[in-house]
């Protein structure tokens, strides 16, 4: 079986190499994917403000997971775009279909952080 050549170090080093390719992802989120952006900066009011609001606890954990996993669709989706944009640029309907999907989970993730922050304030 074809291993890839990128596969390699295992134990602490792996960890450390996971990391950095990790650190890498956000970086690169951040200077070239605006709605990576908009998502984060809202996390990053969201989150505090969740934090501050006199809500019970299962509130707080409710909007920090839902803002998180608006952060952490927005990263694959910007994946999937790149991933299809590298396999090539000509339209197509698979790509389109892709690209599509990734958006419509993000709409799904931002419409569910509405969803929670209506239940939590409302409660």
């Not at 990734?102 to 709409?107: T, V």
């Amino acid at each position: 079986m074809n291993e890839s050549p990128f596969k390699g170090k295992t134990g602490i080093q792996r960890v450390f190499n996971a990391l950095g390719y990790s650190l890498d992802g956000l970086s690169a989120g951040w200077k070239n994917e605006a709605a990576f952006r908009q998502v984060l900066i809202l996390a990053i009011v969201g989150i505090p403000v969740a934090l501050y609001l006199s809500v019970p606890i299962w509130g707080k954990g409710l909007l920090i997971i839902s803002h998180l996993a608006c952060v952490i669709v927005e990263l694959l989706n910007s994946a999937i775009e790149a991933a299809v944009d590298h396999t090539s640029l000509e339209k197509h309907h698979l790509a389109k279909r892709a690209k599509d999907l990734g958006s419509a989970a993000q709409l799904i993730g931002l419409i569910n952080l509405t969803a929670m922050w209506a239940l939590v304030l409302l409660a």
